[in-house]
């Protein structure tokens, strides 16, 4: 875990905010219909932070190991700037985005909650947790989230970062005037 002020600049440092999907995005329940019916749950909540996170002008998508078109259609509704799915190796996909990007390393958060996204942890800038992740991964995540994933995990580190990038308060003001 980070100290409250290396927090709050890895926060302010961040454009581009990536994610795993299962346990992240969602509760990590998937549900399997007849034939090819598959099911996942997104919290609204989380599309919000998201919306507001690319509101601000940053970046956002997942790289998460399961491939899904429930996935694909959240991605094309959020507007996701990145997609990958089917992804056994995080690391090197997350390498490739800051490269194409022309982003640094600090300039990127992820939010993971298994054994295969702790990759991410030494790629990126800060990695956040969600309350529910595995007790592994919260012990190397640089903050845990108050919110398991799927029930707003993702929204609470946008608010977080949007805070203190000190954007939160004037899209709030947006919607209030």
Partial sequence: MMNTTDFQRACAR?????????????????????????FKFFSTKDG??????RKAGNLCGAVTGRSSEALSRRA???KFDELHQGVSGK????????????????????????????????????????A???????LHADFV?????????VREAVDLMLMHQGRLEALVDEYLA
């Fill in 14 to 38: 961040i454009k581009l905010l990536l994610f795993d999907c299962d346990g992240v995005l969602t509760d990590g329940r998937i549900a399997l219909g007849n034939g090819h019916d598959e």
């Fill in 132 to 138: 529910d992740a595995h007790p592994v991964v919260r």
């Fill in 76 to 78: 094309g509704e959020l």
């Fill in 145 to 153: 989230l108050g919110s398991d994933g799927g029930k707003g995990a």
């Fill in 91 to 130: 690391a090197a996909v997350i390498e490739e985005i800051i490269a194409r990007r022309g982003l640094k390393p600090e300039e990127v958060a992820f939010i993971g909650d298994d054994f295969n996204d702790l990759p991410a942890k030494r790629r990126t800038g800060l990695f956040f947790a969600p």
């Fill in 48 to 53: 919000m932070g998201l919306a507001l996170w």
